[in-house]
């Protein structure tokens, strides 16, 4: 193949296009930008490519300016890209300015070195040396539009996927596709620096189902593939018949890569590509099972983050590995749903809205029927650990002040006391640290699409003020059983250019039962209460039931002391059915109370029979 058919601006001389292409002239407007405003500086630049890509240059020139212009459009994409590719979503006004911005910058530059390949391609220049180079340029800025769209869940821009399957696949034919080329971004590309290396970067990123990835994991992602780009093999077929059950790409039309389900016979491609992925996924199993070991000799709060990154990278072992498919179709029904997002208030909303006391309802189920105590009388509670003496606002409230631990302080941290966040339990203190209005956590209005046998698709306009996320916990009250929240969690998101969300729920349960677990023994001893949720809404010591839990506080093998309504009960995790970096679903067995657990409260009787008698 030594035809391409890329989309570039038409290069005239008309009034519109006002640029000396001059080196030096070129070299003094960069010298000049204000580097420490990204945003303007963002413009400047998408200005002046803008200009020179519509302009006939020779294309000499061209490939020597944009050598002065590609180490800045690196700096302050990644300047700008910080403002908004991990913020709360739907994003600001300001941030989607700047993500748009971003946008634009990129499309210009992916231009140019279009431009520069057609020139070359096209026999514009005897001297076509640069052209692998130009090739890998084009295919690094269209693979970042692509990131970008990802990472916001905003849906793929139109053609891009269709100009880098042709870029590769010129390169392929052509043999430059393994050509060993100058990085486009050292510190952040494979190496060595090719073709098809960065081809096999964003193959890798598209077959993870990117739009089911939790916010945040699409960046880690692209940036981990550097490094395992090169475990997987492209392999070329024979004949357009595409096998069943594989992962593959057609290199002629304008999609990502995909699966060959095994109930789609006789499935034709134009320019197929099968994707060998065996070397990656039992790299990422040794990962896994390394971080498993890892987790299991050292159970102690501490190892939190090492414990959530096996579960995501467990989440991407699935993504690449495992190709369900789908048992039963969608069927069209709307119908109006409210949403809750967010263990916190899923579990109030379940609870009726009770306050969250779990010390208090746990001396009252062993035994201690007094809930308030006078100034003689005894408590089996630390005074630190009952938040319920202290001065209660929570009843003037829409909901309670969050009850919860923060783990990670990498995004929109603040200048609050992070050790007062994670172990402030009390109701006062915490009124000094909430950052939002309670009114945020109400439910939100939406609208259910569309239905089958595993979950539903919702849609919520950008008025709605639904804060999603992929992975998050959700609670819906939909018209059919107005009076009992159903449980479920993203695990599909797109953002249109309305800022409205389409998203795909998979249902966990058709009710639940609001509880407070505790770490008797094992991941997670010595912490706090937390909320959790009992799924179905029945009986555990009866019917098999599971459990949802903040994130990766615990892990298989956790003993939990589980305060219900009327009983305490302990509970034994066996087996984790689904994580994300906003729950933790597990399968558990009832067990004994464990020694350490008999001792503690025999001694704690013992003590307040002591009291008593010398009172």
């Not at 090719?194 to 993870?208: Q, S």
Request: glycine share 4%; hydrophobic share 40%; with cysteine.
């Amino acid at each position: 193949m030594n035809s391409l058919k890329l989309k570039i601006p038409v290069r005239d001389n008309s009034s519109s296009v006002n640029v000396n292409p001059n080196v030096s002239h070129i070299k003094r407007i960069l010298e000049g930008l204000p580097l420490a405003n990204p945003g303007e500086c963002c413009l400047k630049i998408t200005k002046l490519v803008y200009q020179l890509n519509r302009a006939p240059i020779d294309v000499k020139i061209r490939i020597k300016v944009m050598a002065l212009i590609l180490p800045l459009f690196q700096d302050v994409i990644n300047s700008l890209r910080n403002n908004y590719i991990n913020a709360n979503l739907p994003l600001s006004e300001k941030r989607q300015q700047l993500a748009l911005a971003s946008r634009r910058l990129l499309v210009e530059m992916s231009h140019a070195y279009k431009i520069i390949v057609m020139d070359m391609v096209e026999k514009k220049t005897s001297d076509t040396s640069f052209l692998p180079q130009a090739i890998y340029c084009a295919m690094n800025c269209l693979s970042r539009l692509l990131l970008d769209s990802y990472a916001l869940y905003a849906v793929e821009p139109r053609q891009t996927w269709l100009e880098i399957n042709q870029l590769y696949l010129f390169s392929e034919a052509n043999r430059h596709h393994e050509t060993k080329l100058v990085p486009f971004s050292p510190k952040h590309e494979p190496h060595p620096a090719t073709i098809i290396n960065t081809y096999k970067r964003i193959v890798l990123l598209a077959l993870a189902n990117p739009y089911h990835l939790m916010q945040g994991e699409v960046t880690k992602m692209y940036y981990l593939l550097k490094d395992w780009c090169t475990k997987i093999d492209i392999v070329s077929l024979s004949t357009p018949k595409l096998p069943e059950g594989k992962l593959f790409i057609d290199l002629a039309v304008d999609a990502p890569p995909m699966y060959a389900p095994k109930t789609q016979n006789g499935l034709q491609a134009i320019e197929p590509r099968l994707l060998e992925i065996t070397g990656l996924m039992s790299m990422l199993e040794n990962e896994i099972r390394g971080l498993a070991i890892e987790s299991r000799g050292n159970p102690t709060l501490n190892n939190l983050g090492r414990r959530m990154e096996r579960d995501m990278y467990f989440r991407w072992a699935e993504a690449w590995g495992l190709r369900r498919e789908r048992m039963s179709h969608r069927k069209t029904r709307q119908a109006p749903a409210k949403l809750l997002s967010g263990l916190t208030g899923a579990h109030h909303y379940i609870s009726g809205g009770k306050p969250f006391t779990p010390e208090e309802d746990e001396v009252r189920l062993r035994g201690n029927k007094t809930s308030t105590r006078n100034a003689y009388s005894l408590s089996l509670v630390p005074e630190e650990h009952q938040p319920w003496l202290q001065t209660d606002t929570t009843s003037q409230r829409v909901l309670p002040t969050h009850r919860t631990s923060q783990f990670d302080a990498s995004t929109n941290t603040s200048d609050k006391d992070l050790w007062v966040k994670v172990f402030t339990t009390s109701d006062a203190a915490l009124d000094g640290f909430a950052d939002k209005p309670d009114n945020e956590d109400a439910p939100k209005a939406c609208e259910v699409r569309n239905a089958n046998q595993g979950g539903f698709g919702l849609y919520c306009p950008q008025e709605s003020g639904f804060p999603a996320r992929v992975g998050e916990l959700i609670a819906t009250l939909t018209d059919d059983n107005p009076n009992v929240w159903a449980l479920g969690t993203v695990r599909w998101m797109k953002i249109n250019d309305k800022q409205c969300f389409e998203m795909g729920i998979k249902l966990l349960s058709e009710d639940a039962t609001a509880v407070a677990t505790k770490a008797i023994q094992g991941i997670g001893k010595g912490s706090e209460y937390y909320r959790g949720l009992l799924l179905p809404d029945m009986d555990p010591t009866a019917y098999p039931t599971t459990l949802i839990t903040p994130a990766a506080v615990y892990d298989v093998g956790t003993v939990l002391l589980m305060a219900m309504k009327k009983q305490l009960i302990y509970v034994k995790l066996t087996r984790q059915l689904d994580s994300s970096s906003a729950f933790s679903h597990y399968q558990f067995d009832i067990v004994a109370p464990p020694e350490e657990a008999r001792s503690q409260a025999d001694n704690q009787r013992d003590d307040v029979v002591s009291r008593n008698l010398f009172r």
